[in-house]
């Protein structure tokens, strides 16, 4: 799966997207933020705090709910503000 990561999530994970294969047991976005959370410092840098990051499975924005099925590119986004 690739997982892109956009604004301030790419600066402090440090690249701009990555190839993964997802353990067993990664059912939600929700499960997939905690999974990346514990692969580093860097990770758990960008991830602090989860609830705030939007997510979209093949360019669909979802909810931390939503299961993860077999989707092919999930990407990472901090809060957007409108103006």
């Known amino acids: 799966m690739k ?10 994970v440090g690249i701009p997207e990555e190839e993964v294969a997802l ?3 990664l059912v939600t976005v929700s499960d997939l933020l905690h999974w990346l959370k ?3 410092e ?3 840098a960008a ?3 989860p609830e705030i990051v ?11 709910s939503q299961p993860i099925g077999d989707c092919r590119e999930v ?5 957007m503000t409108g103006g």
Not at 3 to 12: C, K
Not at 54 to 64: F, G, M, N
Not at 75 to 79: K, L
């Open 3 to 12: 997982i892109v990561y956009f604004a301030w999530v790419r600066e402090r």
């Open 42 to 44: 860097n990770y758990d």
């Open 38 to 40: 514990g692969r580093g």
């Open 23 to 25: 353990p067993a047991g």
């Open 75 to 79: 990407a990472i986004f901090p809060p």
């Open 54 to 64: 939007r997510v979209a499975l093949d360019q669909e924005h979802v909810e931390h």
């Open 47 to 49: 991830l602090q705090a």
